[in-house]
T-cell receptor, first 115, second 113 residues
Framework: EAGVAQSPRYKIIEKRQSVAFWCNPI?????LYWYQQILGQGPKLLIQFQNNGVVDDSQLPKDRFSAERLKGVDSTLKIQPAKLEDSAVYLC?????????????FGPGTRLTVL | AQTVTQSQPEMSVQEAETVTLSCTYD???????LFWYKQPPSRQMILVIRQEAYKQQNATENRFSVNFQKAAKSFSLKISDSQLGDAEMYFCAYFETASKLTFGTGTRLQVTL
C-alpha cells in the first residue's frame, strides 16, 4: 500500500514570496491533516479536512495560509506572503475516517526555509 | 487544552540494553488514545506503538512496549535490546474524540556501541 506522498521535499524562498505544498493521502483515507513542525518542537495541527470539507482550521494563520482539498483527495497548502517564522517542516497526514480509533499516517514532509 | 510533556530532551543507551522514555499528559477525558511516533532524519513520523485508555493491558510491539499508568497520566516507552537503528527522535502524542493529535516536544535517543 502506497503511503502519504508530499512534494516538494525541500523549498527555499525569500520572505514575502509565495509557496505551495502538495499532498496525496493514502487511497481511501477520508481525513487529511496538515501540520507545521518548527525545529525542536512536535508537530502542530494547522488544518484538518474530512473529505473536501474543513473540520478544524483554528490554528491556521488565515491571513497568509490557505489550504484546499478539491475532490476530497489531494490537497495543497499555500503560504502567501511567507515570513521568516514560517521556516519549518510541513507534514501531511491521513487517516481512514478521523475517528478515535484511527491512526494517522504521515508523509515525508516538506522542509521550508524562508530567507 | 490537552498537554503532553516529555521531560527528557535527550537519552542515551548502549546497544543491546534497555531504555525507557517518559511521557506525561493532562486530560479530563476517560477515553482517548496515546501514541509513540519516531522521526528519523528523513522527517517522516512513523508509528511505533499505540494504547487505548480503556485497555488495561500495556501494548507491545516486538522490542517496544509501554507502561501505561492511567491514574498517574503517564505513558512511558520501553525499548528492549536497543539497536543502532533505534537512534531517532521519539514523540509521544495524545488523541481524543473531536480533538486534535497533540504531540510532546520529543526525546532524541542516542544508541552507543
Amino acid at each position: 500500500e502506497a503511503g502519504v506522498a508530499q512534494s516538494p521535499r525541500y523549498k527555499i524562498i525569500e520572505k514575502r514570496q509565495s509557496v505551495a505544498f502538495w499532498c496525496n493521502p493514502i487511497s481511501g483515507h477520508a481525513t487529511l491533516y496538515w501540520y507545521q513542525q518548527i525545529l525542536g518542537q512536535g508537530p502542530k495541527l494547522l488544518i484538518q479536512f474530512q473529505n473536501n470539507g474543513v473540520v478544524d482550521d483554528s490554528q491556521l494563520p488565515k491571513d497568509r495560509f490557505s489550504a484546499e482539498r478539491l475532490k476530497g483527495v489531494d490537497s495543497t497548502l499555500k503560504i502567501q506572503p511567507a515570513k521568516l517564522e514560517d521556516s519549518a517542516v510541513y507534514l501531511c497526514a491521513s487517516s481512514l475516517s478521523g475517528g478515535l480509533a484511527d491512526t494517522q499516517y504521515f508523509g515525508p514532509g516538506t522542509r521550508l526555509t524562508v530567507l | 487544552a490537552q498537554t503532553v510533556t516529555q521531560s527528557q530532551p535527550e537519552m542515551s543507551v548502549q546497544e543491546a540494553e534497555t531504555v525507557t522514555l517518559s511521557c506525561t499528559y493532562d486530560t479530563s477525558e476517560s477515553d482517548y488514545y496515546l501514541f509513540w511516533y519516531k522521526q528519523p532524519p528523513s522527517r517522516q513520523m512513523i508509528l511505533v506503538i499505540r494504547q487505548e485508555a480503556y485497555k488495561q493491558q500495556n501494548a507491545t510491539e516486538n522490542r517496544f512496549s509501554v507502561n501505561f499508568q492511567k491514574a498517574a497520566k503517564s505513558f512511558s516507552l520501553k525499548i528492549s535490546d536497543s539497536q543502532l537503528g533505534d537512534a531517532e527522535m521519539y514523540f509521544c502524542a495524545y488523541f481524543e474524540t473531536a480533538s486534535k493529535l497533540t504531540f510532546g516536544t520529543g526525546t532524541r535517543l542516542q544508541v552507543t556501541l
